[in-house]
């Protein structure tokens, strides 16, 4: 299928076929409901909520992930298994495991130097995940700060900014999921979401709502723009028609806030706007928070994907987790024509998978950065598809009398120069 590209003024839209959800095969869905040219605002619904329809709210505003998918092998070697210092690119390592609400930074070797930890309850002892779904127990998403300092994100329940030290900074309890950005002036850029009825929508079931929530540096809200109301009216629907009519419709799990750099090429990509990922929809989109509408979006071959991110040459990387024959893939993609520059997959017995979340992240050095979340591994691969370096997870997750290996959420590799005034070795 051919990528397929919107803008705000097209005004003829393609017919889509994409993959459902669930299924893997292409299925037909329900289409957004017409809306009016201009965001209506939420509308409550009317009466009180039956039984069903509360179970469904609680039971969606508890959605999370289970620390661990992949049955844990004591054969299998641990930590980094694989070094190859030359065309590595030097720097620490940032993981975010799903084994313990903890933070690790370490070195090229798999040494701990540094660890940040806060326990979920010793803020918000009544609230948590449920079940097999704890999203309460491990960080979901980090962003390292100059000095040491450290937002981490519970998954659908909060965010959390600690000092080096893990000293609690401030908290905020707003729903926070998947991602997160902070722009020159320090505000932080956090998806939230909402469960809730909402009749223009659907009448009668819930959904999940979500939301970009500005926060001020000290972690007061400033504002919050729904993603729902960005693309009602904005002409997208056929950019929308896959779009599930109850439940997790959008499953947003990106956000990057745009500099204006290739504004010049991509007129859309102006600075303050931000870049997404639609996980449900299959759709990359870019929104303007300030007029709360999408100026963009850009759908291809890839399913269920996972971290867009502008490259400094224009280019746009993205994690595929679907795309092809169920198996994971990197792509980098031309964001102006959807044309797909550079594509990384591994054949079988070696192929890699993550059915949900996953990281790729581009290097100084032009290698890649890759974390294969549900596996519990992170690996660096050159232009050519080299693997320089592997870290495989000693962490394990248990569930009854199953144990699991620990998801890696995410690895970043970080520059020794941006710790060294603070690190202590």
């Not at 959390?160 to 505000?187: C, P």
Request: charged share 25%; hydrophobic share 40%; glycine share 8%.
């Amino acid at each position: 299928m051919q990528p397929r590209r919107y803008r705000v003024e097209q005004s003829v839209c393609l017919a889509l076929l994409l993959v459902g959800c669930g299924s893997g095969e292409p299925t037909e869905a329900p289409r957004m409901p017409a809306t009016p040219s201009a965001p209506t605002p939420q509308q409550p619904l009317t009466g009180e909520r039956d039984d069903d329809q509360q179970a469904a709210i609680e039971a969606l505003e508890a959605l999370g992930y289970a620390g661990g998918t992949v049955a844990a092998d004591p054969a299998r070697a641990t930590g980094v298994t694989r070094h190859d210092a030359a065309r590595a690119q030097p720097g620490l390592n940032l993981l975010v495991s799903a084994h313990d609400s903890e933070v690790l930074l370490m070195d090229m070797q798999g040494e701990t130097l540094h660890r940040w930890a806060c326990e979920f309850s010793s803020l918000w002892p009544d609230r948590g995940g449920v079940g097999k779904w704890r999203s309460d127990e491990s960080f979901r998403r980090v962003r390292l700060l100059a000095g040491g300092e450290l937002l981490a994100i519970w998954e659908g329940l909060g965010l959390v900014k600690l000092d080096r030290d893990s000293n609690v900074l401030w908290s905020f309890g707003g729903n926070a999921h998947h991602d997160l950005d902070v722009d020159a002036e320090g505000r932080i850029y956090v998806l939230t979401r909402k469960a809730a009825v909402l009749p223009r929508f659907n009448e009668d079931q819930a959904i999940l709502e979500d939301f970009v929530t500005v926060l001020s540096p000290a972690g007061v809200e400033l504002r919050s723009v729904s993603l729902l109301e960005c693309f009602e009216g904005a002409g997208f629907d056929e950019a929308m028609r896959f779009v599930d009519q109850a439940g997790d419709v959008f499953h947003t799990n990106t956000l990057s806030l745009l500099d204006g750099a290739h504004a010049a090429t991509l007129p859309e990509f102006t600075a303050g706007r931000v870049l997404l990922s639609l996980r449900r929809p299959g759709t990359l989109a870019v929104c303007d928070l300030e007029a709360r509408t999408a100026v963009w979006a850009l759908q291809g071959d890839w399913r269920l994907q996972h971290e867009p991110v502008m490259l400094s040459d224009g280019h746009l990387l993205l994690f595929d987790n679907r795309g092809k024959r169920r198996r994971s893939g990197v792509l980098e993609l031309d964001p102006a024509t959807g044309e797909v520059l550079w594509e990384y997959r591994r054949a079988e017995p070696d192929a890699f998978y993550s059915a949900s979340c996953g990281t790729a992240h581009r290097l100084a050095n032009g290698n890649t950065l890759v974390s294969e979340t549900e596996a519990g591994r992170a690996f660096e691969i050159t232009r050519a598809g080299e693997v320089v370096w592997q870290y495989d997870s000693p962490f394990r997750w248990r569930e009854g009398d199953e144990e699991f290996v620990a998801s890696v959420f995410d690895m970043v590799r970080v520059p020794v120069a941006f710790v060294e005034d603070w690190l202590e070795r």
